[in-house]
């Protein structure tokens, strides 16, 4: 168990439906980062914040956003859903904020599915 | 733009023997991180081993170990002894913000 929490853990809608993802990071970490994965594919990554602000972004699409809260939980809000988003949703969190060191521990996912 | 590149989609090792798995990045960073995550079948991302830029010793973590070449921007994963647990998807990662496409590793009894 890491200690990032992500829920749901599975979730079925219809496309052009919205949804949103929660995500809890460790005790102590103050930065969280999103990633997207496609079936048999590799992480992309979506977007970073750290301590409320948004600290990087990766390939997120203008109809996806996020955000991370007082208490550092984050939500990844996805709208307007296509086919093509059903997804694994990765959460993964890290104390240090944009240093070269950044190791992430990873929650279990969300898996987004789009019918 | 850091890119990651793993040029394995697949690998097969027997059981008890030796495979190594490749990954070459680009950046024109000198300090930096490096990390190998094993995803299994039950999706979960597990930290393998991570290796510092600066430090030019090899890191291991018992039967895994890295070879680091920084002028090659080479980063390859040897994992000894095989067993059939190390069945997974292996991820190359940059600073642990940008992944390789990831190589399936097969192990066979």
């Known amino acids: 168990d890491s200690g990032v929490t992500q829920t749901p853990k599975h979730l079925i809608t219809a496309t052009g439906q919205r949804v949103t993802l929660r995500c809890s990071p460790r005790s102590g970490d103050l930065s969280v980062y999103w990633y997207q994965q496609s079936l048999d594919q590799g992480l992309q990554f979506l977007i970073q914040y750290y301590n409320g602000e948004e600290r990087a972004k990766g390939n997120i699409l203008e109809r996806f956003s996020a955000q991370q809260f007082p208490d550092l939980h984050s939500e990844l809000n996805l709208s307007s859903l296509e086919l093509g988003d059903s997804a694994l949703y990765f959460c993964?969190?890290?104390?240090?904020?944009?240093?070269?060191?950044?190791?992430?521990?990873f929650g279990p996912g969300t898996r987004l599915t789009v019918l | 733009a850091q890119t990651v590149t793993q040029s394995q989609p697949e690998m097969s090792v027997q059981e008890a023997e030796t495979v190594t798995l490749s990954c070459t990045y680009d950046t024109s960073e000198s300090d930096y991180y490096l990390f190998w995550y094993k995803q299994p079948p039950s999706r979960q991302m597990i930290l393998v081993i991570r290796?510092?830029?600066?430090?030019?010793q090899n890191a291991t973590e018992n039967r895994f170990s890295v070879n680091f070449q920084k002028a090659a921007k080479s980063f390859s994963l040897k994992i000894s002894d095989s067993q059939l647990g190390d069945a997974a998807m292996y991820f190359c990662a940059y600073r642990g913000m940008r992944f390789g496409a990831g190589t399936r590793l097969t192990v066979k009894p």
């Open positions: 290796q510092e830029a600066y430090k030019q």
């Open positions: 993964a969190s890290s104390v240090f904020p944009g240093s070269s060191y950044n190791e992430q521990f």
